[in-house]
């Protein structure tokens, strides 16, 4: 009633209810708004406070919206990294990857058989040069490997040389072989370019009969009292005794130095087949028919380096040399067929 006694004029009191009543309204409509939406029409209204408002709304405003992206982000990496401790997905994308760049190596280690052939050209007492050859069979010991790099001993077994001709023939005796002993060698694994595993030896120089400083740069001693020059096979006379047969018949008694680069691949059987680059030098140091006092030595010149290969297979482990020598044939049919005087 007091309101009505305040407002004498009926007009007047009904246009202050009704100015009530649209406040009214306007704010239960705010206080029924989405969260956001209201703090939309708050920012509004601060933008308009003054000028330092503007900048300190604007900037919790950027500040908030940086913090939900945030929180949505960090949320989002959850959600796709939440393994709850199984990391099966990840270690398999890890797998893949580093199977395109993994350098393990099969083991190696054990008792292989190695046939090496030298084919080249030789200059034969009497007759014009002509294709020649050397087939030499080697038990071979890996007896330790790190990582890519193998170590082993070999020991020759067999050793024969041929030449493309029936008139004459150069015969090696066992004693040749047999007095060559083991030697250190050192092979090297490598991955290609299209996952093959690699085989490569190093040029290896080894030195028959004699000892030589720089097999690389030095001569073989000329005369049989050198003092580097020793009786290796036990014949009496200082060199390595080699005979022919045919147009010419006699002895020799001869030096070497012979090296040897290797280079192949492990195929799909566990066998390492490849190409041998070699080279091999002679000097006589006596002879029983003069046609033999400039030996025969052999030079891969002029010949497909192709042909010159080598294999190594796995054998069993009780196997000596001896045992390698009777079953070379059995063991490289292939080989022995193109040279079966040599594997006899």
């Keep these: 009633m007091e309101v009505v006694r ?6 007047f009191l009904y246009c202050y209810l009704l100015f009530l009543c649209i406040i009214g309204s306007c704010n239960l409509k705010n ?6 939406e209201r703090e939309g029409v708050e920012d509004i209204d601060e933008d308009f406070d003054d000028n330092a408002g503007e900048i300190s709304a604007d900037s919790d405003d950027s500040e908030a919206e940086q913090a939900e992206n ?12 939440d393994t709850n401790g199984d990391f099966s997905d990840f270690d398999t994308e890890i797998s893949d990857d580093d199977a395109m760049i ?41 007896y330790s490997q790190d990582e890519s790099v193998l170590n082993a001993h070999t020991e020759m077994c067999r050793l024969k040389t041929g030449v493309g001709t029936q008139a ?6 066992d004693s040749f072989a ?45 005369e049989i009292d050198d003092p580097r020059v020793f009786d290796a096979d036990g014949t009496g006379i200082n060199g390595l005794k080699i005979m022919t047969k045919g147009i010419v018949e006699g002895e020799a008694e001869i030096l070497q130095k012979v090296s ?39 030079s891969p010149a002029g010949v497909d380096p192709n042909e010159s290969v080598f294999i190594f297979k796995r054998i069993d482990p009780s196997w000596d040399c001896t045992a390698v020598k009777e079953n070379s044939a059995a063991l490289f049919p292939e080989q022995a067929a193109i040279y079966p005087n040599e594997f006899k």
């Excluded at 206080?31 to 956001?36: A, F, N, V």
């Excluded at 250190?184 to 030195?207: A, P, R």
Aim: net charge negative; charged share 25%.
């Design 31 to 36: 206080s029924h708004q989405d969260p956001e």
């Design 70 to 81: 945030d929180a949505a982000a960090d949320t989002g990496f959850e959600e796709k990294n």
């Design 178 to 222: 047999e007095s060559l002993g083991n030697v250190d060698k050192t092979f090297y694994l490598s991955y290609g370019e299209n996952g093959e595993i690699k085989f490569h030896q190093d040029k290896l120089w080894e030195v028959r009969s004699c000892t030589l400083d720089d097999p690389e740069n030095e001569d073989l001693p000329a």
């Design 260 to 298: 040897t680069i290797l280079n192949g691949e492990l195929d799909e059987n566990g066998e390492v087949h490849g190409i041998v680059t070699w080279f091999e030098a002679q000097s006589v140091m006596w002879y029983s028919n003069v046609a033999l006092q400039n030996g025969a030595p052999t």
């Design 6 to 11: 305040r407002f004498k004029n009926h007009y």
């Design 102 to 142: 993994d350098e393990s190596y099969p083991d190696m280690t054990g008792t292989w058989a190695n046939l090496t052939i030298f084919k080249g050209k030789a200059k034969v007492p009497i007759l014009n040069t002509l294709p020649a050859w050397a087939i030499m069979v080697s038990k071979v010991d890996i």
């Design 168 to 173: 004459i023939s150069a015969v090696v005796p």
